[in-house]
Every structure is written in C-alpha cells, then in structure tokens.
C-alpha cells in the first residue's frame, strides 16, 4: 500500500527566512508526486507537482520542491517565507502504474512568524 | 467556471439517518474522489472513481456508498450516519492520473 509521511505536525519560522516542509513517501513504482496548501475553512489548492524529469520543481507563489529518488522525498521550501505562506501544507502521492488512489499525508501546519 | 462544487456546504444529522452530498464538477474529468478530514489525520480517501459509471474502495469506506451515474456528478451516501461520521467531507477531480486534483469547497457534517 502507498502511503504518505510528513514527520512535522508544526514547522514555525521566522519571516523572510527559508522554509522546509518535509515529506517522504513509500508506493510501488515510480511516484506521481503533489504538494497542497488549505486555508483555514477552505478547500486544498494545487501547488506543484513532480511527474518526471528535473528533480527540483518550481511552482506558485515561489514554492519549490525537490525529488529525492533515493531517499524517497519530496521536501517543500521556499527562499524566503512570508506571514501570508501561514497555512496547513499536504504532500500526496499517486503510483504511476495500475493504482489510481492519491494518498495524503497528515499535513505540516506552517506558521510564519512576523 | 465554478471548478468543483459540494452540497450542501453544512449539515446537521441525528445518528440514524441518511443523507447524499453531491458532487458536481464542470472541467470534463474523469477522476473524481471523495475524502474527510478530520484533526491530525490529514485526508483519508473514502471512495473514488476513475470514469462515469466506475466507482472503487478507498481507504476508509465503511459506512458510505457512492455512485457515479454522470460523469460530472459523484455522490456520497450515508446510510446510517453515526457520530463516528462527523467530519469535514471533500469531493476533489482530475483529469488524469498525472494531474492535479481541485477540491471543492468541503461540507462540514456533524451527526449527533
């Protein structure tokens, strides 16, 4: 079974500092890989995701991330944190084979301190 | 474009009783999924679908059936709601496998 692990329930940094979101991931075969982001009583909104190709992905509002084959990771950061980046973060995987379920993480809450 | 819509958006349910949260989406896609989420559990996949008249088992579906009659509407149903089922409900669609999913706006149930 695939699965999702985000070992941070809290990260809190410091404004105009670089951020971590951390997040491996175990599925048979190669992963089809997504980062979200929710705001409090809203739905998940598509940050970037990894498919293949170029191991750093680059995606909205300055978030990257970079893929870690070999200790199957798939960490968010971004330069330069701001107050506005304060949300609740989700990693997610999807086989690329025959398994069609997308599976979540727990979810990393991101407070950015001014 | 509306992208994902969920009704209702709340609701209120005595243990025993049956509801269906609709799902309506209008980007032409043939994934749909349905997930709840509840405090330090993240998104926990209850059922989805991976084209019109399809459904499967996700990782928690105990308890709730769906059907996927038209392609742009997926509906979850609560045969029986127990509080066990109180939670924050959301729908989510994707064109493909290697897509990126959008979510609806969630429906939060609470069954007393």
């Known amino acids: 079974a695939q699965s999702v692990a985000q070992p941070e329930d809290q990260v809190n940094v410091a404004e105009g500092n670089p951020l971590t979101v951390k997040c491996t991931y175990s599925?048979?075969?190669?992963?089809?890989l997504f980062w979200y982001v929710q705001y409090p009583n809203r739905g998940l909104q598509f940050l970037l995701k990894?498919?293949?190709?170029?191991?750093l992905v680059k995606g909205s509002y300055g978030f990257e991330a970079e893929f870690n084959k070999s200790q199957t990771s798939f960490h968010l950061k971004k330069p330069s944190a701001l107050v506005s980046d304060s949300a609740l973060y989700f990693c997610a995987v999807r086989a690329s084979g025959s398994a069609r379920q997308l599976t979540f993480g727990s979810g990393t809450q991101l407070t950015v301190l001014p | 474009n509306a992208g994902v819509t969920q009704t209702p958006k709340f609701r209120v349910l005595k243990t025993g009783q049956s509801m269906t949260l609709l799902c309506a989406q209008d980007m032409n896609h043939e994934y749909m999924y349905w997930y709840r989420q509840d405090p330090g559990m993240g998104l926990r996949l209850i059922h989805y679908?991976?084209?019109?008249?399809?459904?499967a088992k996700g990782e928690v579906p105990d308890g709730y059936n769906v059907s996927r009659l038209k392609k742009q509407n997926f509906l979850l149903g609560l045969e029986s709601a127990a509080p066990s089922q109180t939670s924050v409900y959301f729908c989510?669609?994707?064109?493909?496998?290697?897509?990126?999913?959008?979510f609806g706006q969630g429906t939060r149930l609470t069954v007393v």
């Open positions: 990894y498919i293949t190709g170029d191991n």
């Open positions: 679908s991976v084209g019109e008249g399809t459904t």
């Open positions: 989510a669609s994707s064109l493909q496998g290697n897509t990126e999913a959008f």
């Open positions: 599925v048979s075969g190669n992963p089809y």
